[in-house]
């Protein structure tokens, strides 16, 4: 019973253990603190890959919407008794996740038949890459609300506590990264509790087979339109806490390239588990903050060093890393875990 327990939520333990070293791994605690805010960011496109299957370009859409709704909250009510981080996190969330469920209702439907098959293709990814477009121009043009190309400016980092009682202080960067820590940490709990549950194997189902998971009896489109908001909402979470993190709310936050950025963790790291995201978002950040120090140029090398990932090494840095394990070990693929 214990052994099963512990197999269970290994990739829980992993994520725990990996977010206590963090810190002291990395060459600043700001720096850990911005792996595991674009982690969560990751894990909300993994979901998406791994179980829809669907490429979505709409996350840093979703990201900013997030940023900005903790942003105003932060500015407008954060100083009010209900005021408090807890409640933006909650509040952002959900406003990304209303936000989501109105984009899936949409992008999730083919406009011939209303069965909701085949969207993983190019019509989903051309919805979403517009409604990245539309959120970004949105922010854009009301600067009376987003601060435009200004960005939102002066977001206070709000204390974690009950409303209308003394919170603790989220000032010191330590304070601030086992915060994000303990959000991202209980994330990964619920998504690894879900993707376990009898709903995650129905997206098992739809993942192998589509037309056979229909066939059986499961609704296609309302699981995939619940794992788009669940995800949506995971990425409005890591926007509120990127505001936060930051101090302001840039117009580069919900912009095209946040989200290609959330994508090409997402490929770096591998969706065969959930500990792709981890590990795609410590090679990217960390990758890109060490190459700007000694090339002006970093971007390039960091694209070859992608490229060559991507065609050598199926399944991302999760899967090179599986494969070596493998052959030190000489055990057999054990297939896809979690």
């Known amino acids: ?4 327990l512990t197999g269970r939520f290994r990739t829980v333990a992993i994520y ?17 603190t ?3 805010i674009m982690t969560l960011a990751t894990l909300s496109c993994h979901l998406l890959l791994a179980y829809g299957p669907l490429l979505s370009f709409g996350q840093g859409a979703f990201f900013g919407i997030g940023a ?29 996740a209303i936000a989501a469920l109105a984009v899936g209702m949409v992008a999730l439907r083919r ?3 209303l069965g909701g098959h085949g969207v993983g293709g190019v019509t989903f990814l051309m919805l979403t890459f517009a409604v990245a477009q539309v959120a970004y121009f949105a922010a854009y043009n009301i600067p009376q609300v987003t601060g435009g190309e200004n960005g939102l400016l002066n977001i206070p980092r709000l204390p974690v506590g009950v409303p209308g009682l003394p919170g603790l202080p989220l000032e010191s960067a330590g304070a601030f990264y086992l915060f994000c820590a303990v959000v991202l940490g209980l994330v990964v709990l619920l998504v690894d509790l879900f ?22 009896g499961y609704n296609v489109f309302v699981l995939r339109l619940a794992l788009f908001v669940m ?6 979470i890591a926007g509120v806490l990127y ?3 930051l101090g302001l709310v840039p117009l580069s936050a919900i912009d095209l390239t946040q989200s290609e950025r959330i994508v090409i963790m997402t490929a770096l790291g591998g969706t065969g588990s959930l500990l792709g995201a981890l590990l795609g978002t410590i090679c990217f950040v960390l990758g890109s903050d060490l190459l700007s120090k000694i090339w002006p140029h970093w971007p390039f090398a960091l694209g070859a060093a992608i490229v060559l990932v991507v065609f050598f090494a199926r399944g991302g840095v999760l899967g090179l890393i599986e494969n070596l394990l493998r052959a030190v070990t000489g055990k057999p693929s054990q297939g896809r875990s979690v």
Do not use: K
């Open 195 to 216: 993707v376990n549950s009898t709903v995650g194997q129905a997206f098992r189902a739809i993942g192998e087979n589509e037309q056979r998971a229909s066939a059986i």
């Open 16 to 32: 725990i253990l990996a977010l206590c070293c963090l810190p002291f791994a990395m060459p600043s605690v700001p720096l850990a």
């Open 243 to 245: 505001g936060m993190f």
């Open 111 to 113: 406009i011939a038949g």
């Open 68 to 96: 900005y709704i903790g942003g105003l909250y932060a500015l407008h009510v954060g100083s009010s008794p209900f005021g408090g981080a807890g409640t933006a996190l909650l509040i952002g969330g959900a406003g990304t």
């Open 231 to 236: 995800s949506g909402a995971i990425a409005g």
């Open 34 to 36: 911005e792996i595991v």
């Open 1 to 4: 019973m214990i052994s099963q």
